[in-house]
């Protein structure tokens, strides 16, 4: 009777796996959401906005900073209609800009700046450009944490307030090295974990992360810790590679590399964690990386494009 019952057992379980309406052994393959953004600037290219869609289109890029600050200046309503309907055409979405707003000095600077913001805040939303990002550093020299972290949250939920009229999100990056940890006096936000307790104090909805593959890599985060995430917890991803020589505590700000250009960051279970969580927002580099800013712009862009799909290719993309 055993015996009779494992053969039927096991001749249901052969007809249900081959059967298309019982799909339990699925072969399908979770593809990347997130789009490959050009940020000129922090790759050494000169280009204004106009110019650095071009350059999206011809080297396979799939999004671009927004350029807010030239577009408030320089571009005419019909002018502007023109450039994002050539965006439009050829498939290319936003990346993030830079808060305008000076948040870590007094209160007198951050009001006079905050001012400003939704002016800022409403160009956006004529570009259709949705995220807004900045940093937050891991020490000071006269607050504590918790009150860093009171006056971050008062300051940066203002802005985030203002942000949220007008459909923008805003993204925080920690930063971990752990030389910048012990730069100061009191230790400030430094990790994922301690990123959330910000967010959260925030509390407006509208804010995440900038996850970065060096400062995850520096905090000690791991593939786990990118999986606690949503895709709306991330705002946009920055990905390069740390120097070799160095130990994880050594590593210093303001001296990367290009993706897989050592191998001392994990790239495969950081781009693994943003394809598992389905993020769909942008990834750029950030490789703050001497060598390749002198280089001539065609050279710089086809470099930075290789070292991204190199990257890729860790995780069959």
Not at 60 to 71: D, H, L, M, N, W
Not at 154 to 181: F, H, P, Q, W
Not at 192 to 207: P, S
Not at 238 to 247: L, Q, T, Y
Request: hydrophobic share 40%.
């Amino acid at each position: 009777m055993h015996r009779r019952k494992f053969i039927q057992a096991s001749a249901m379980a052969a007809a249900v796996a081959a059967s298309p309406s019982f799909p339990l052994f699925s072969a399908t393959k979770a593809q990347r959401k997130f789009k490959l953004a050009l940020n000129p600037g922090i790759i050494g290219v000169k280009a204004n906005f106009a110019q650095t869609l071009d350059y999206a289109i011809q080297y396979g890029y799939e999004a671009i900073s927004p350029f807010t600050q030239e577009v408030m200046k320089d571009y005419s309503s019909a002018q502007l209609n023109e450039i994002m309907a050539k965006m439009k055409a050829n498939k290319i979405s936003y990346d993030s800009t830079n808060i305008p707003v000076e948040f870590r000095r007094d209160e007198a600077k951050f009001k006079e700046d905050v001012k400003e913001l939704p002016k800022f805040c409403e160009a956006m939303q004529k570009q259709g450009a949705t995220r807004i990002n900045t940093w937050i550093i891991s020490s000071h020299p006269t607050l504590t944490y918790n009150e860093n972290m009171r006056q971050h949250a008062s300051r940066l939920g203002e802005c985030a307030k203002i942000m949220n009229d007008y459909g923008i999100r805003l993204g925080l990056e920690y930063l971990g090295m752990r030389t910048l940890v012990a730069g100061n006096r009191y230790t400030f936000i430094s990790s994922m974990k301690e990123g959330k307790e910000l967010i959260a104090a925030i509390g407006t909805g509208n804010v995440g992360f900038v996850l970065d593959s060096f400062h995850w890599y520096c905090a000690n985060d791991t593939l786990e810790d990118i999986k606690t995430l949503t895709p709306a917890d991330i705002i946009t991803a920055d990905i390069n590679d740390a120097r070799s020589g160095f130990k994880r505590e050594e590593q210093q700000d303001g001296k990367r590399e290009l993706p897989l250009a050592t191998g001392v960051i994990n790239m495969k279970d950081f781009l693994q964690g943003l394809i598992d969580i389905g993020y769909d927002g942008p990834v750029r580099t950030e490789p703050f990386n001497q060598a390749l800013n002198e280089l001539e712009n065609d050279e710089a862009l086809t470099t930075n494009m290789t070292a991204m799909k190199k990257a890729l290719a860790l995780v069959g993309m």
